[in-house]
């Protein structure tokens, strides 16, 4: 490796470690804004934080690996541009090809790493962010059930406690119940005890009243004892398509004719993520030289433009493939095969100044 493209590449390096922990903790925020409504109200610790921002990283690198790497691309061959170094470069013989060669290096190491994350560490990542976060709220949804209280941890349910004897014992317990859109049920109860079940809660309630309200009408049930169970508010139990390996998406797809377009529509872009690279290999360099002396906030404004109209076209192209207004195949790859094409011209455009 020439002196200069080790020197461009260690620029490149610390670059894109710079971009992935901005745009890492540009997307976590959204993430943990979220989901800190849900578990602010059965107060997790700092620990079950750190297990949740952990389990988030295969996720998010899939997004930010690629991106980052366009960013710190258009960060340091734009600051040579400014610097002129790129023109003295080409002035001294140098080809194009052999200036961008650092990016090769880059974009192979960059397509290994999001392949790891896309194939194997994210649907890891997925499970165990779905399983903690129900470890969590079931662990310590009782710890937040306080006396004279509205409590909503759980979704479509507030519970109301008169006095709380002990940790796991209830009195004057007044219960609604919406999960049911078509009806709704109140229930009062003297005395109860919260017994944990699995990934649920359980309810252990004496002595009280059920109320349904069902099409405008109103039906009393009293009981001596009740059994009521609720699941914390996310998903619970079936495993979602970010779960899967692409190995189990194709089975699943194979077998449940239902899931096939999600499945696959999943797989492509387990594939197509890491790909990215590849493009990026020729595009990042090609927009450098076209963007002139426009400095950094330039490259970052181009870097972030072109992964706007990338995610605005796979999330349209995956639309009209669920909707059937395209092939499958079609609709998936759509915004992969506009961005390889569109990436070859440039370069081809740069490369014959």
């Keep these: 490796m020439l002196l200069i493209h080790r020197s461009i590449l260690k620029e490149l390096l610390s670059s894109f470690f710079l971009s992935i922990l901005f745009l890492n903790f540009t997307l976590m925020m959204e993430k943990l804004l979220r989901l800190s409504r849900l578990l602010a109200g059965v107060g997790a610790s700092a620990s079950d934080m750190a297990k949740i921002v952990f389990y988030l990283q295969p996720q998010i690198l899939i997004l930010t690996i690629p991106m980052a790497m366009l960013l710190c691309v258009l960060l340091v061959y734009g600051r040579m541009g400014t610097d002129n170094e790129l023109t003295i470069l080409k002035s001294s013989g140098m080809p194009f090809k052999s200036i961008a060669l650092p990016v090769v290096y880059l974009g192979v190491a960059c397509f290994i790493v999001g392949s790891c994350m896309s194939f194997y560490l994210s649907p890891k990542g997925s499970k165990y962010l779905r399983l903690g976060l129900q470890d969590i709220l079931t662990k310590r949804a009782p710890m937040t059930l306080e006396e004279g209280i509205f409590n909503t941890a759980f979704k479509n349910i507030m519970i109301l406690i008169k006095e709380k004897p ?3 014992k209830l009195s004057g317990v007044f219960i609604v119940d919406e999960r049911k859109k078509d009806e709704q049920k109140i229930i009062v109860a ?3 005890e919260i017994i944990p079940e699995n990934d649920t809660l359980a309810f252990s309630l004496s002595s009280g009243h059920i109320y349904l309200a069902h099409k405008g009408l109103i039906t009393e049930i009293q009981f001596g004892k009740y059994h009521f169970m609720l699941t914390p508010s996310i998903e ?3 495993r979602k398509n970010s779960e ?3 190995q189990e998406l194709l089975r699943e797809a194979g077998r449940d004719k239902g899931k096939r377009v999600s499945c696959l529509l999943e797989f492509y872009r387990r594939i197509s ?7 990026l290999i020729l595009l990042g360099p090609s927009l450098s030289l ?3 002396k426009s400095g950094k906030l330039g490259g970052l404004t181009v870097g972030l433009s072109v992964f706007a109209f990338y995610y605005t076209l796979l999330i349209y192209g995956e639309n009209l493939a ?5 092939p499958l195949i079609a609709g998936a790859w759509l915004s992969f095969t506009i961005l390889s ?3 070859m011209l440039v370069f081809e455009k740069v490369n014959r100044r």
Excluded: H, N, Q
């Excluded at 993520?273 to 493009?279: S, T, V, Y």
């Excluded at 669920?322 to 395209?326: A, F, I, N, V």
């Design 322 to 326: 669920r909707s059937g207004k395209l």
């Design 341 to 343: 094409a569109f990436s």
């Design 273 to 279: 993520m890491p790909a990215i690279c590849f493009i």
């Design 236 to 238: 619970p139990g079936e």
């Design 190 to 192: 003297k005395s109860g």
């Design 244 to 246: 899967m390996t692409p």
């Design 290 to 292: 076209m963007a002139g």
């Design 166 to 168: 002990a940790p796991t």
